[in-house]
């Protein structure tokens, strides 16, 4: 792991009156930078060939002669052959050079060897860089682990499919879409091993990851994934913020649950058996007695992500969850960055953070702002790694 000092020492010579931020773009991108052109920065999209386009050409930036902005969100995109190009020295240097507070997001941490990320990666970092990888679950001390130490709810482990007495639910890497999940769930041991067999047939999953599959018993009820911030350089008010709540929409998941049971049982193998892939997210707010379990939750993951991977969450991180029928809570996955359904709460930001800042205030408007504080008040040092 780099040092954090040295980032700190390079972040110390930047320009505070000519930050800029950059992203990956991909993931959680245009919220990124719909945040930090709100707030007066440029913005600075690291884009792949053939994906480039949302951000070279959609929602490009426009200003005009005063560098007022007319339109878009992307100021600079800067396309490359590979994500994980954004890694070569030369741009590296150039963000160094630029004055560049780089927002690592999922895609990021997907297309680049974290292991690089951790050691290689000399740009400063809006977050925590040594949490990254507490995201993965087959790493020892991943977000479960954490969860454990915080002594926070998460749906119980099973260990083997013959120890099966309930739903359960499978979490493996699909083996040909890699950045999503191959999911799926049995209530039996024998379905399990049926579900399991199609899936391998049909090339879904693989035998290498469903051996170092996750599977645990299925909470019953509706998603809300938090997206939460934390503040470091807060010293009057709460340094834990509630900025809004989305849900995913899933394929084919969600298509099966349109159709009559009746049509569900006459699809064909291919069909029969949904997939969890992410393809977009809509926003949700929650009942307010149930708001102080939110925030107890956060405050208590932030304190075991401090005392366990210091200097602990610098700013925003996710928290996904299942409520069952008796109101409790199970965190089934922790992002400790910008979660992945946050364009849905962009430019108007959502309810809680309005409430909260008393204007549109998005978690990419967020990120934006503690930049801003910390360049005004010399303390950029705090918020990176």
């Excluded at 390079?10 to 800029?20: E, F, L, M, N, T």
């Excluded at 930078?33 to 060939?49: L, Y």
């Excluded at 610098?314 to 946050?342: E, H, W």
Aim: proline share 4%; aromatic share 10%; glycine share 6%.
């Amino acid at each position: 792991m780099i040092d954090r000092g040295i980032v700190q020492e390079i972040v110390r010579d930047y320009d505070r009156k000519d930050i800029k931020m950059a992203v990956v773009g991909s993931h959680s991108a245009l919220d990124t930078c719909d945040g930090g052109v709100e707030e007066g920065f440029r913005t600075i999209a690291f884009c792949q060939k053939g994906r480039e386009r949302t951000y070279a050409t959609y929602f490009r930036s426009k200003r005009d002669q005063d560098g007022r902005l007319l339109r878009g969100m992307v100021d600079e995109p800067i396309v490359l052959d590979r994500f994980k190009d954004v890694m070569e020295e030369k741009w590296q240097s150039w963000m160094r050079d630029n004055s560049v507070i780089f927002i690592p997001n999922r895609s990021f941490t997907s297309y680049v060897d974290i292991a690089r990320i951790e050691d290689e990666f000399r740009v400063p970092m809006m977050g925590s860089r040594n949490l990254l990888r507490s995201e993965e679950r087959e790493e020892k001390k991943s977000y479960y682990w954490l969860l454990e130490k915080a002594g926070l709810p998460f749906p119980e482990k099973v260990d083997t499919p013959e120890e099966i007495d309930q739903l359960v639910i499978v979490k493996l890497h699909h083996a040909v879409k890699k950045l999503e999940r191959g999911f799926f769930t049995a209530s039996t041991t024998e379905e399990y091993y049926e579900k399991s067999r199609k899936l391998l047939d049909q090339g879904v999953i693989d035998e290498e990851t469903l051996a170092d599959s996750r599977m645990e018993k299925y909470v019953i009820g509706p998603v809300f994934n938090f997206d939460l911030f934390y503040s470091p350089l807060e010293e009057e008010m709460s340094r834990v913020e509630l900025l809004g709540v989305d849900w995913r929409l899933e394929t084919s998941l969600d298509g099966h649950v349109r159709l009559p049971a009746p049509q569900q049982m006459t699809l064909n193998a291919a069909q029969a058996l949904p997939e969890y892939t992410v393809c977009g997210h809509n926003s949700a707010t929650l009942r307010e007695s149930l708001l102080e379990k939110v925030f107890d939750m956060a405050e208590r993951w932030v304190e075991a992500s401090k005392k366990h991977y210091s200097p602990g969450i610098i700013g925003p991180f996710c928290l996904q969850t299942c409520v069952d029928k008796d109101m409790n809570f199970s965190i089934y996955d922790v992002a400790p960055r910008i979660g992945g359904g946050t364009n849905v709460h962009m430019w108007s930001g959502h309810p809680y953070a309005n409430s909260l800042w008393r204007k549109p205030v998005s978690t990419g408007r967020r990120i934006a702002m503690e930049i801003r504080r910390a360049a005004s008040e010399d303390r950029l040092d705090e918020i990176i790694s």
